[in-house]
């Protein structure tokens, strides 16, 4: 049998589970990322410095790649690409350009859901500066989230508190406006209670929920987690909605055979969604999380059924599993990282990550992408691994020297 030639849209951290695994399965491993310091390129058979979002430079790849699959693990935009491509080269793929758009763009993903009567929040959609206004003091009066339409990792989205002048919202719209790509925004009615994301598989239009995950979220005016922990500990009648209104969102995406992340609110009113991507989880959600939580290898059923090869899994014993990521209180240059191998040490943690180095900038928590590390940890239940993660996390200090 000739060995499966693979090109992997992403060669991030967060891709590197997906490329070993691959790996394991005997596949050729062809990473694509615009970073020629990416870590996943260090796994793969062969690198090419090239943008995950580059349509016209990856057909160019593989062209003469027929037999070749074409996949990514946690990114949203690289979702759209390959369906893009796979139409272009006449490779096969179960999502066509119109539904990842639909699991992509949060403007096109609300119409989209509304229009399938699934729980959302009101929107509205915000195409210039008197959109904004409009909508902050008359639709929500003047209250509201703002989210670029088509980015990712909390990456422009801020809560737009009361009492913000025309100004103020003129600026928030140019800082919202410069992360979406599209140059469109999307404001939304501020939903308050318990927050969680919902792992699932589907398979020939078969959906099985995995794990519900509870989220945990910075303090206003962002909307940043600083860690996950499951399985869920709300009531079972509340997951049971929740479950519901998932299956809802991923039947009217026309998610037939592929993973999926689902963001939910809890509100007073019900679960409502607040996005769904056609793909793995980030946040070592799926790679870390869930295989420890559950005994799935959520990222190897995810792979196998992007070549295409039959799904099956078991549940293992449930346990209690959690990430607490790890950022610095201030802006600086980093002088000092202690504590890492006292945190490993502490029982029930699985692994302590610290990205920075002494010498290096960080910010405050604005974004995902200001987070500098994580500790995971397992116990019998949620409470006890959130509980040790908690613990670790506290030994480990970041201090920094503001320049």
């Known amino acids: ?44 058979d ?3 410095i090239i943008s995950t979002v580059d349509v016209e430079a990856i057909c160019g790849e593989m062209k003469e790649e027929k037999d070749a699959v ?38 096109v993903m609300r119409q989209r859901l509304k229009e399938n009567h699934v729980p959302i929040p009101q929107y509205v959609v ?20 703002i989210k670029p339409s088509d980015s990712a990792g909390s990456r422009g989205v801020k809560l737009l508190a009361q009492g913000l002048n025309e100004g103020q919202i003129e600026q928030e719209y140019q800082l919202c406006k410069a992360a979406s790509k599209n140059g469109v925004i999307v404001a939304e ?28 979220v910075c303090e206003r005016p962002y909307f940043v987690e600083i860690g996950h922990k499951e399985p869920s500990s709300l009531p079972d009648d509340v997951k049971n909605e929740i479950m519901n209104v998932t299956r809802q969102a991923i039947a009217a995406m ?38 420890l939580s559950t005994g799935i290898n959520m990222v190897k059923e995810s792979v196998k059924m992007a070549l295409h090869e039959p799904v099956c899994y078991e549940r293992g014993k449930q346990m209690g599993a959690a990430i607490r990521f790890i950022s610095a209180d201030s802006k600086g240059k980093v002088t000092n990282i202690s504590g890492i191998e006292e945190a490993k040490k502490m029982p ?3 692994e302590v990550v610290v990205e920075t180095k002494v010498g290096e900038q960080v910010a405050p928590l604005h974004s995902s992408n200001d ?33």
């Open 70 to 107: 074409l996949m990514t693990s946690t990114s949203d935009a690289p979702v759209r690409v390959i369906s893009d491509v796979s139409k272009r080269l006449g490779l096969l793929c179960d999502l066509s350009y119109e539904d990842a758009c639909a699991v992509t763009i949060k403007s």
């Open 371 to 403: 987070r500098i590390g994580h500790v995971i940890a397992t116990g019998k239940d949620t409470k006890e691994a959130w509980e040790r993660a908690e613990a670790a996390f506290k030994k480990i200090s970041v201090i920094t020297q503001d320049e």
């Open 348 to 350: 029930g943690v699985y």
């Open 189 to 216: 009615e501020v939903m308050t209670g318990p927050e969680v994301s919902v792992e699932s598989l589907t398979v020939n239009g078969i959906t099985d929920i995995l794990t519900i995950t509870d989220k945990v």
């Open 254 to 291: 026309n998610i037939t055979n592929s993973p999926s992340h689902t963001e939910v609110m809890v509100t007073k009113d019900g679960p409502k969604i607040v996005e769904i991507a056609a793909r793995l989880g980030g946040d070592f959600i799926t790679s870390r999380l869930v295989p």
């Open 46 to 48: 062969e690198s090419r």
């Open 1 to 44: 049998m000739d060995q499966k030639k693979v090109f992997m849209l992403g060669a991030g951290p967060l891709q590197v589970p997906a490329i070993t695994e691959l790996k394991k399965m005997g596949a050729y491993v062809i990473c694509l990322d615009y970073n020629p310091e990416a870590i996943g390129f260090e796994y793969a």
């Open 126 to 145: 915000i195409e210039k500066e008197e959109d904004l206004k409009t909508a902050y003091y008359k639709t929500f009066s003047q209250e509201c989230i």
